[in-house]
């Protein structure tokens, strides 16, 4: 199974030590022989490389995001929980949410799998608290109280529907 998820706009890769101590942190867009051109939050700043003691060019964490994306197992919920926390940890947030997402829905779908063909209706309403739990869609939640539903006809007092 092939993981495609969307990743964000730029973040920071460049650091510029200045000759004063100080850093800037950004993304190199342009270098002439008398400056450098460089996008932080809110805008641009062209320095002069007479100020400039030294550019620190750093992978961005999208790219390592992508690199370790390639290599994770997209079938395995714990390497992708693993992947999430490791993209929350640097900032992608909405990475970390997608493959939250996908290893949430593979966990589903296996415990269903687990009871396909069973006729006691409690599995069915063990799989809606997990997802409940995981706070998985509401239509997700309604659909498993359907299938437990249908193997209790007669029992009157369900849960609460999401």
Known sequence: MACSLGLS???WADVIHLKNGRTMEGEVSRQTPDSIHLEVRGGKMVLPRSAIARVERKARPQDAFAAKLRQTDSTDPE???DLALWASSRG???ESQ???AQANGIR???RVD???G???PRDWIEVYHFAQHRHLSSEVQVWLLEQAAALDPDHHSRPSSP
């Open 9 to 11: 706009g730029s973040v």
């Open 92 to 94: 992608l947030g909405q």
């Open 118 to 120: 069973t006729t006691n």
């Open 98 to 100: 997608n493959l939250t």
């Open 108 to 110: 589903l779908q296996q």
């Open 114 to 116: 687990a009871i396909r």
């Open 79 to 81: 390497a992708l929980d």
